[in-house]
């Protein structure tokens, strides 16, 4: 049974960094994708970035530059360094893994598995 486990989130302010991680147990992340998603109150979950096998990378337009996506394959262990974040970037935000290829990457739709996801507020 897949098991992911987020943590690292908090409550900053603008301009400050956070570091989001991701354990998977149950799962081998090698040969896969695994992404990160949030969700603010009131609205949808969005793709913010993923990863796949050979380091590939992808990142929501809204965080490019300030956000990185990482992954320690001998540990299963996904990371989201956050930095510059905004009050925009409040949310809660969860690890995804099981990619359906057929589908968009940063698409919820995509992912089989899911976290419970771990809170990010930044204060103005």
């Known amino acids: 049974q897949v098991h992911l486990v987020e943590s690292g989130g908090g409550s900053v302010q603008a301009g400050g960094s956070l570091r989001l991680s991701c354990t998977a147990s149950g799962y081998t992340s090698s040969n896969d994708c695994m992404a990160w998603f949030r969700q603010a109150p009131g609205k949808e979950r969005q793709g913010v970035a993923r990863?796949?096998?050979?380091?590939?990378?992808r990142y929501a337009d809204s965080v490019k530059g300030r956000f990185t996506i990482s992954q320690d394959n001998a540990e299963n262990t996904l990371y989201l360094q956050l930095n510059d974040l905004k009050p925009e970037d409040t949310a809660m935000y969860y690890c995804?893994?099981?990619?359906?290829?057929?589908?968009?990457?940063?698409?919820?739709?995509?992912?089989?598995?899911w976290g419970q996801g771990t809170q990010v507020t930044v204060s103005s």
């Open positions: 995804a893994a099981g990619r359906i290829r057929s589908i968009d990457s940063l698409l919820p739709r995509a992912y089989n598995y």
């Open positions: 990863i796949c096998s050979a380091s590939s990378t």
